[in-house]
C-alpha cells in the first residue's frame, strides 16, 4: 500500500512545499521535513501524531504559510520517513533524537519557533523538552489531543467500564498486526468511531481516513507498544515554555482527562481549551481553532527575523 495515500483535492490536499530537507538522527534515521512560507517569517513546527504524516496538517499549512515559515516532518516509518532498522528505533528517546534533529536542520542557531504536537507528536515535545535544541528553539508549544501516561487504561475506544479488563482488551486492539486494507466505507465508520466525533465532515473523515491506512502495520505496530508503556508525566514538568492545550470532548483515544492532567502539572500554561463533540484528530477536525491557536502563540512569542 502507498505511503502517499492522502486526498488529491480540497482543503485537505497538501500543498507543495517551498522546500524538501532530509534531518538526520542520532541513530543515523533520515527524517523526510518540508519547509513552507517564506523565509524570515515566524517560525513553526508540526508534528504529527501515531499513523499520520505530514499531509495532516494540510488545512494548517494552507492557512498558515502566507506569513509564516511552516516546518512539518514525517516522525520515523511514516510517510517518506524509512521505518526503524530493528525494536531500538521504536522510543520516546528516538522521538526526542528525531525533534532535535529537524530543529537543528531547519532553524538558524538561536532562532524561536512555536512548537506543536497532536498526539504522539505532542508526547515527542514532552519527551524532549528537557533536550537543549528544545531550550534553544521553543518560543512555545501547542499540544492537542495528547497524553503523557496511561494511555491504553484511560482509552474509552471499547464501551466497557473502565478496569483491566477493558484496558487488556483495549491493548490488543490498537497494537494489533492486522492491515488496515483499502479505504472502504466500512473502513471509514470504523475510524470515525474511533478516532473522530460523530459530526465529523465526510471530508474531514475521508482525509483521515487515507492517511492513517497509509501507514505500514509494523510501523503501527511498533509505535503502539510504545505508546502503551508511555510514561512521560515529567516531561510535563520541564515544558517551562508557555504551554497551550486543547482537545476534544469526544476523544476515545486520549479522553480529556489527559488534557487536564497536562494542565495541571505544567509550570506555565497560557490557556486549554476542550472542543465539544470533536473527537481525537483535532487539526482536521477544528481546523480553524488549532490554526488560530497557533497564530496566536507565534504573534506573542515568536519575533520576526530582522531583513525579513
Not at 3 to 31: F, I, K, N, Q
Not at 100 to 112: D, F, H, I, N, Q
Not at 244 to 249: D, E, K, Q, Y
Not at 253 to 259: D, N, S, Y
Amino acid at each position: 500500500m502507498s505511503r502517499l495515500m492522502h486526498v488529491t483535492s480540497g482543503p485537505y490536499e497538501p500543498p507543495v512545499p517551498a522546500r524538501e530537507l532530509t534531518a538526520v538522527s542520532a541513530d543515523g534515521a533520515r527524517l523526510y521535513v518540508q519547509v513552507h512560507g517564506p523565509e524570515g517569517a515566524p517560525a513553526v513546527l508540526l508534528a504529527h501524531g501515531w499513523t499520520c504524516s505530514t499531509a495532516f496538517w494540510a488545512a494548517q499549512i494552507r492557512e498558515l504559510a502566507a506569513g509564516h515559515r511552516v516546518i512539518t516532518y514525517d516522525q520515523r516509518g511514516h510517510g517518506r520517513s524509512p521505518e526503524p532498522a530493528g525494536a531500538s528505533g521504536y522510543s520516546t528517546r528516538a522521538l526526542a533524537d528525531d525533534l532535535e534533529a529537524v530543529l537543528a536542520m531547519a532553524l538558524e542557531p538561536g532562532e524561536k519557533a512555536v512548537l506543536v504536537g497532536h498526539s504522539m507528536g505532542g508526547m515527542t515535545l514532552m519527551s524532549a523538552s528537557s533536550r537543549p535544541k528544545f531550550a534553544e528553539h521553543a518560543a512555545a508549544v501547542l499540544l492537542c489531543s495528547t497524553g503523557s501516561s496511561r494511555l491504553v487504561a484511560e482509552s474509552t475506544v471499547l464501551p466497557l467500564r473502565a478496569g483491566r479488563l477493558r484496558t487488556r482488551l483495549t491493548h490488543a486492539v490498537l497494537g494489533s498486526r492486522a492491515p488496515l486494507g483499502p479505504v472502504t466505507a466500512l473502513a471509514k465508520r470504523i475510524l470515525r468511531y474511533a478516532t473522530m466525533g460523530a459530526g465529523a465532515a465526510p471530508d474531514k473523515v475521508e482525509a483521515c481516513a487515507r492517511i492513517v491506512h497509509a501507514c505500514p502495520r509494523k510501523v503501527r505496530h511498533g509505535w503502539s507498544r510504545v505508546l502503551a508503556a508511555l510514561d512521560l508525566d515529567a516531561g510535563i514538568r520541564e515544558l517551562t515554555v508557555p504551554t497551550a492545550v486543547v482537545a476534544g470532548t469526544a476523544d476515545r483515544l486520549t479522553p480529556a482527562v489527559h488534557a487536564r492532567a497536562i494542565v495541571a502539572g505544567l509550570p506555565h500554561c497560557v490557556g486549554s481549551a476542550e472542543l465539544a463533540g470533536v473527537g481525537h484528530m483535532t487539526p482536521i477536525e477544528a481546523p480553524e481553532v488549532v490554526t488560530e491557536r497557533i497564530r496566536e502563540l507565534a504573534a506573542t512569542y515568536v519575533q520576526i527575523k530582522e531583513g525579513a
